[in-house]
C-alpha cells in the first residue's frame, strides 16, 4: 500500500458536487428535434423529460428519426423533480426517461418499471492522489479495502434524491455480511459517511458522471478513479410512456421508444453502457475506468430499498436519549481483569457512546438504585442537553458512584424515565431510553413486573415511537426479564456476560436500534 494523502492534498482536491455539477451543465437545457414538415400539417409536439446525463443521446436519437409532422422536445430534468409533478397537477410530458427504476415508484401515473434503454453502473469515485496511496493502478481496488482505510473522507449524495445512493446503501449492506455482527458493522460503516459530497475524497456516483468529470477537468481539480462493486445496482434508464398521450403523441413515443432500444443512447461518447452492463464504447479509453462489462445487482423490492434509506435516515437522525444507569451495591463488584467496577465500566462506555451521536443530538443521563432522591428510585446526574455541553460536563458522570446498600429500584424508574421520554418526544428525531443493569428489579415496595408491563404497552405509539434498550451488564442480569420489559415499547434486550465488554454491546445495541434495527 502507497502513503496516505495528505491533509495539504485532501484539501487541495475539494470535490465537486457531480450531481450538482451536471445539474449546472445539462439540467436547464431543452433540445427540439424537428422531424420532416408539411405544407398541410402542423406538427405535434412530444414532450419527453429525460434525465440530463442521457439528455443529449435521446434528442440525438429525437432528431435521426425525422418523423413527419413531430416536433420533439426533449427536456432535461432531474428524475426527482418530475417525479414529484407526475404526483401532482402540473402539465405531464408524454414520455419519461428517469435515470433509475427507483424512481417510477415514486411517481403517479406512469408504469412501476418500463424497459431500460442504457446502464450505468454506480462506483466509488475516488480522488486519484487516494486511490494511488491503496495502491491504484497495481491493484484493482475494492469497496471493503477503500472503506476500510484511514486515510480516506467519504461522503453521501442525498439518496432520497439521487439512485447512486440508495444503490450504494444496498451495496454496503454486502461489505459487512462476513461481520461476527453484521448489523452493528452495516451501522458502523454508514458513519463513516458524511452527508454530502462536498470536501470527500471518497464518494459514489453513477459512472458516467466520474467520466464527465474526467473529461472537464478545471485547473485545480482532482481526477476521480471508479471502483466497482457487482453488489451494487446501477441506473438503468427505464422508458415509460406517461398517462394522457394522445394517439398522434403515441406513435410518436413507440417509435422514439424503438430507436432507442435498439441502442441510439449508447453510442461512442455518450459515456452510457448498453442495459445489461456490457463494455463501455468509449471514443477514447480513460484509464481511470474500467471499460469492459460491470455486473450489477438487481433492483430490490420497495420494502429493500425504504428499509435501506431508514437505516440511514436513522443514523443521520438526531437524538433524544435518556440514559438511565444501575448504581445499585452491585454495580461496586469488581470486573476481573480491568482493575475496575462493572459501574466503572458502565460508565465509562456511557461517556464514549457520546460520540456516537449527531452533534445536534441531545441527551440525559440518571441513576437509580432505591430511594436515591428521597422516596424517588432515581436522580438526575445531567440534564437534558446537546453532545457538545455533555462532552464537557463528563466529569459529573464520572463521578457517579455506587449505593453501598442500595437495592434495584428498576421496574418504577424504568416506567417514570419512559413517561417523561414519551411527554418531550420530538418529532423527527431518535427518542430512545435506554436502561443499563446488572441485575433484576429487587425493590419490594415498587409497582410489579406485570402492572410494568401493561403500563408501558398503554404509552406505546406508534406515531411517536420511543425504543425502549435494555442492556443487562454481568453474570446476574436476567435476560428474561429484560426481553419483557422491552417487548411492550418495541425495543431490544442485550447482554453482556462479560462487564469487560460493555462498551462493545453498547454500541451494537445503539446501532441496531439507530440504523439496523
Known sequence: MGRHATTRTRRRILLPLLAIALAAVLGAATWVAMARSEPTCEPVRVVVAASPDIAPAVTGAARDLALTCVAFDVQARESHQVAAELSGTAPRPQAWIPSSTLFLRKAGGVPASGP?????????????????????????????????????????????????????????????????????????????FSATTSGATVFPAAENAVLRHNSGLLEGETALVAVYSPDAPALDYPFVEVAGATPQQSKAVAELKRTLLYGAATSPGSDLRAPGGQALRLTETDQRVEAQGQRSAEIPAAEEVAKALSHWAAVNASARVQVLIDVSGSMSAPVPGTGKSRLRITLEAAENALHLFKATSQVRFLAFATKVDGERDYREILPMAPIRQQLAAVDRLRAVRAVPDGQTGLYDSVLDVYRLAHGEWERGKLNLVIVMTDGRNTDPGGISRENLVAELGKLSDRERPVPLIAIGIGPEADETELRQLVAPAGGQAFLSRDPAKIGEVFHGALGRIAGAG
Open 116 to 192: 431500460s434503454i442504457a446502464s450505468s453502473p454506480v462506483v466509488l469515485a475516488v480522488a486519484e492522489p487516494v486511490a494511488r496511496a491503496l495502491g491504484w493502478p497495481r491493484e484493482t481496488l475494492t469497496w471493503p479495502e477503500v472503506l476500510g482505510h484511514a486515510g480516506i473522507v467519504a461522503g453521501m449524495p442525498d439518496p432520497v434524491s439521487d439512485p447512486a445512493g440508495v444503490s450504494t446503501l444496498l451495496a454496503l449492506r454486502d461489505v459487512t455480511k462476513g461481520a461476527s455482527d453484521p448489523a452493528a458493522a452495516y451501522v458502523a460503516l454508514l458513519r463513516k
